[in-house]
């Protein structure tokens, strides 16, 4: 194919610009500017990536130069420095570069001391995701896999919250280990692909991997590899411990990035690297991950009716959600996977609006006690308003996003197994428990001492709410373009699985 | 055979010139001249260009992957020498004498790099040790310098006589009677007196790389020794060590190689397991530094359990990395006094340089990608996945990776996280210069992170 004529392409894009502006970022003093600085940055961002979006109509083969490169990097190993978009990947960095702008406009108020260094770690994440979501190689992928984690370390240890330090170490810690962990499988893997080209015995590329022809022996010992690593970046029961300690301590714009986007990382390498890299070890153990999967919903939702500080009863319904996309991925049949494709942009949606507003309603009020808020309604009927609409689609009502990604991954976990279906299908109702209990004891209700200060919510984060609110609707009803998007995606992963 | 020649020419020169240096800084600025010397004739001999060419009677062999690495050791050294001159001179009198025992061991640790026979492996070895235990009880009125000096010199010595007692049974197993390290001959079988030379000569070379369970002597001498020169003997000599362990290895009993692999997958086990465990509890800085550098021992050994091509690469990335990292770590540590963790606090608010910068050390240390650490990380365990069967001492290896990063990371938070105490000194001596030689360094490593191709090149060309 002739690519001469593109001379940079959207993933490079994608990936040099938040990285290049985060450095910048880090030596403006002046904290109006950092901020300034950051939004503009993300807008762009942006803009790249819709542009990349709109331009999948043009010739099958332009579009594909536009969005693939590959560049010699240890050509002596077999290792180049290769980014895709297919459409998952076009999908997730859409996810990507929304997030960003949307978290810095609604946290406008809030100043962090050191801006500077805060908005460009914020960057420096930013650009480790896009990486994540583009990598075609394995080392490239496992690169930017860690790189997306430092920034966000750092951000959660200066930034966050009294018990900051241990609660983002174990974090750490847990998933560094975890990555290590698929280091080692990315090698044994690697020393039985066959290579791409030249120099080197074996092959890092995403094809080389995809065509690897592993025993039964080896697949399953690979398979736990991986599936650690990205089972504790999700989080599925039983790797989820680090989770809500981190998310409640984290200050709030990395907890939107680690919850919007960075559990997306685990989701997305399955489906990228695993599944079409060990089929029949996927297979085999399809049920025992589906099993914890489940048993993983109704325990985090068990929890989170229990739970009385707003942070954590949302991190608990996280994994939830991501437990239902996990058990989906791994019933490889193509409703679910298409559900979970949709999913993972509305979790994103969806959990960083939710945490918009409990961000909102902590600085105003300086508590994010269920037992000390109430009445809030009274005093801001807009918050209240978003704040039901994200809740809502939180718990997948008809007509918002997460209804479509829920059915669709639903009716896939039926078709796999009625008993997994009706159990996991318990963990709504019980979402719908936790979501509604605490719309009632936020915001309606008496207001007391306290929640009479509230005033309501001031233009930024109207329209950023807004904007939110329209996206969940939009997606809600109409998720076709969406579904066409990520067609080519699901089709590759499930026939490779099918015939592998 | 430049490098040989140079280091030990200029060694002489400084030992002599310390009658003569009339300034305070002279011996400095004399060292610093003199390893760019050493360092430029080394690079000339990579293109071919040799001083002179005496009939060695296959005493070395001057390979690329050997000049390689000299070129490393010695780069690593200069940058050693401009950022911890003035500390050099701040441990004793006798300055000139300092620099001239560390050419004496950088001799020995070219010699070490290409030595053909067993006989010249004894003489690099030793020329390395000798100059180090004087190094370590350089603080004369410092009882806990004396103290690791006798105990280094006594269990060096011990070392040094099984390392001998081992090459006596090898040489006695030879069937040409020969030293030469080519000439072993063993065709898929051991005899029992070379099993047992090999067997000697394996623990003591451990023992001088610091490799579980020799490395007690370790921890005491690391921390008793002055600390401008534990940076140097944790760093450049131990990876000489190393190169030496390969090379003899590799050279003499590769044939072999799955019989006594398994010796070697325990040391390392062991060694990581130990040196990472044991790293966790330490509360000084300096000490900590002594157990990671055993940890680090660790991952570097599994160059001689691999053998193969990707091992070597990986050996030179690796003694890059790691001397780079510790050498600018123990550069702050002497600036700031307070060996404690505590003594970090606040550091990268009151010094946002060295801050960084050491937490750039730290993640390379910590194998985090984008940093040359991870290089080195990912090429030995590339090269022992590639070699077979033991999967299980990779992951061992993975985890204390993960394990590494609890204690290099208390650094970080201590920098980072945590405000300064109202006792905490200020670091003190720093100069521009300084600031620059440390963003030099990190930019080094992350340079090499992102690009190994970039040291690599010469075995490739």
Known sequence: ?500 | MNAIITTAVWGVVMMFGGVFFKGKDTPRYAAIAGIILVLIANCLEMNDQVFFSPDLHRMFEFKPFGLLFNAVAFACTLLYFLLNGRDVARVGSNVSEYFALIFFVLCGVSIASSFNTLLTLFLGIEIMSIPLYILTGSDKRNLKSNEAALKYFLMGSFSTGILLLGIAFIYGGNELASFNINDLNLAGRMPAMIGVGMLLVLIALAFKVSAAPFHFWTPDVYDGAPTVFTSFMATIVKAAGFIAFLRLFSKSFGVLHEQWQIFIAIITAATLVIGNLTAVFQQSVKRMLAYSSIAQAGFMLFAIFALNDDAREGLILYSAAYSLATIGLFAILIRLEDYTIEGFNGLGKRSPVLGVTAVIFLLSLTGVPGTAGFMGKFYMLMAALKNGHHTWLVITAVLMAAVSAYYYFRVIQAMFFREAGTLSAEPRDITPGFKLLLIVAAALVIMIGLYPEMLLYWLHS
């Open chain 1, 1 to 500: 194919m002739n690519c001469n004529t593109v001379y940079i392409t959207f993933p490079e894009l994608l990936i040099w610009f938040p990285l290049i502006a985060g450095l910048a970022s880090f030596f403006i003093r002046n904290q109006g500017v950092a901020k300034a600085w950051a939004i503009l940055a993300s807008i762009i961002t942006l803009c790249i990536s819709l542009t990349g979006f709109l331009y999948t109509d043009m010739s099958a083969e332009r579009d594909f130069c536009l969005n693939n490169v590959s560049y010699e990097w240890l050509k002596y190993i077999g290792s180049s420095f290769a980014l895709g978009m297919d459409g998952m990947g076009r999908m997730l960095t859409l996810l990507t570069a929304i997030s960003f702008p949307v978290i810095f406009v609604a946290t406008y108020r809030k100043s962090y001391a050191g801006s500077g260094s805060f908005y460009g770690l914020m960057l420096l994440a930013q650009a480790g995701l896009m990486g994540v979501f583009t990598a075609m190689d394995a080392l490239v992928f496992y690169i930017f896999w860690e790189l997306a984690l430092i920034p966000v370390y750092f951000l959660c240890s200066r930034w966050g919250g009294e018990r900051r330090i241990p609660a983002t170490f174990k974090f750490f810690v847990y998933t560094f280990a975890g990555s290590l962990l698929m280091l080692v499988g990315i090698l044994y893997v690697y020393q039985h692909t066959l290579p791409i080209q030249g120099f080197a015995e074996h092959s890092f590329a995403w094809k080389a991997f995809q065509n690897v022809q592993l025993t039964a022996g080896q697949q399953n010992l690979v398979f736990w590899l991986f599936f650690i690593a990205f089972a504790i970046k999700m989080p599925v029961f039983p790797f989820h411990t680090w989770q809500p300690d981190a998310y409640e301590q984290s200050p709030a714009p990395a907890t939107m990035v680690m919850s919007g986007i960075m559990v997306k990382m685990g989701i997305f390498a399955v489906i990228r690297w695993l599944l079409p890299v060990l089929p029949a070890a996927s297979l085999k153990y399809s049920s025992i991950v589906i099993g914890i999967s489940v048993a993983g919903m109704i325990y985090a939702s068990c929890i989170a009716m229990m739970q009385d500080d707003l942070k954590r009863l949302a991190a608990y319904s996280s994994i939830a959600h991501i437990g239902l996309m996990c058990a989906a991925v791994f019933t490889a049949n193509t409703t679910a996977m298409q559900g979970v494709m949709v999913q993972m942009f509305s979790h994103g949606i969806n959990i960083i609006g939710l945490w918009i507003v409990i961000e909102l309603i902590e600085q105003q009020l300086g508590v994010r006690k269920l037992s000390q808020l109430g009445g809030v309604a009274h005093k801001a009927p807009v918050l209240t308003i978003m704040l039901v609409v994200m809740a809502l689609a939180n718990i997948a009502l008809p007509l918002t996003n997460a209804f479509v990604g829920e059915f669709m991954m639903f009716s896939g976990l039926f078709q796999y197994s009625i008993w997994y279906a009706a159990i996991a299908g318990t963990s709504i109702i019980l979402a719908a428990v936790y979501t509604l209990t605490m719309i009632q004891k936020v915001f309606l209700g008496e207001s007391n001492a306290l929640t009479g200060k509230i005033r309501d919510i001031s233009w930024n984060e109207k329209v950023i709410l807004a904007v939110l609110v329209i996206a969940v609707f939009m997606v809600g009803v109409f998720p076709q373009p969406m579904l066409d998007m990520v067609k080519d995606s699901v089709t590759a992963v499930l026939t490779k699985f099918r015939n592998g």
